[in-house]
């Protein structure tokens, strides 16, 4: 037979279980909206928005050599983000 101290321990574990699990879903919501997700390697328009550079600029930057994470894929410029994102917090831009 269960008596009333069991029962409202049962309850209380399971209201303090349901609050944090809304905290962590919350805390995640959080970071997910304020951080945008990129894929690995992005191509010039998307590394102009991580960077701030216009499309032009990066293709000038990149030819002088001044872009970090540049490589040529199928004839296609492709940037590498994790690097993008290294250099603009080091000052390259944004």
Same mark, same amino acid.
């Not at 321990?9 to 919350?26: L, P, R």
């Not at 304020?34 to 998307?46: G, I, L, T």
């Given at each position: 037979?269960?008596?009333?101290?069991?029962?409202?321990?049962?309850?209380? $574990? *399971?209201?303090?279980?349901?609050?944090? /699990?809304? @905290? %962590? &879903?919350? =805390?995640?919501?959080?970071?997910? $909206? *304020?951080?945008?997700?990129?894929?690995? /390697?992005? @191509? %010039? &328009?998307? =590394?102009?928005?991580?960077?701030g550079y216009s499309k032009n600029s990066l293709y000038q930057m990149h030819s002088r050599g001044q872009v970090p994470g540049a490589i040529k894929v199928g004839g296609k410029l492709m940037f590498d983000t994790a690097t993008l994102k290294q250099w603009v917090n080091e000052g390259g831009r944004r």
């Open positions: 037979m269960l008596n009333a101290t069991t029962l409202l321990g049962s309850y209380m $574990e *399971e209201v303090i279980s349901n609050i944090v /699990k809304q @905290a %962590v &879903e919350e =805390a995640f919501q959080r970071q997910a $909206e *304020e951080s945008p997700r990129y894929p690995e /390697k992005v @191509a %010039v &328009e998307m =590394a102009s928005e991580i960077t």
